[in-house]
């Protein structure tokens, strides 16, 4: 039988014991790691599932599963999109 293994990235303390108690009864193994280690940690080895706290910075999280995936991770504020699209002679209104 295999059993599933479940990943939570989670800097904060509370946030990680939170998750949980929401997977803690599942038939899992489950591993902890700070999100600053999950790159690291999913391609050391495989899983079934990640949950990850993206926090305040939801970017980190959204730019490494594109890495994972290989897809650029460009993002930009609204801001940035509007300079970049102006740089580039693209008008209209933001």
């Known amino acids: 039988m ?3 293994r479940v990943v939570i990235a989670a800097d904060d303390v509370h946030t ?5 108690t929401g997977v803690g009864a599942l ?11 999950l790159e690291s940690r999913l391609l050391a080895e495989p899983c079934d599932l990640v949950i990850a ?7 980190r999280i959204i730019a490494l599963a594109e890495r994972l995936v290989g897809e650029p991770a ?3 504020t ?3 999109m509007c ?3 102006a740089e580039r ?4 209104r933001c």
Do not use: L, N, S
């Not at 038939?27 to 790691?33: E, L, R, S, T, V």
């Not at 706290?53 to 970017?59: I, K, Y």
């Open 2 to 4: 295999h059993v599933k």
């Open 16 to 20: 990680r014991a939170w998750v949980e």
């Open 27 to 37: 038939d899992a193994a489950i591993f902890y790691c700070p999100v600053g280690d």
């Open 53 to 59: 706290d993206a926090g305040d910075a939801p970017d």
């Open 74 to 76: 460009t993002f930009m």
């Open 78 to 80: 609204p801001e940035q």
């Open 83 to 85: 300079a970049f699209m």
């Open 89 to 92: 002679g693209i008008e209209g």
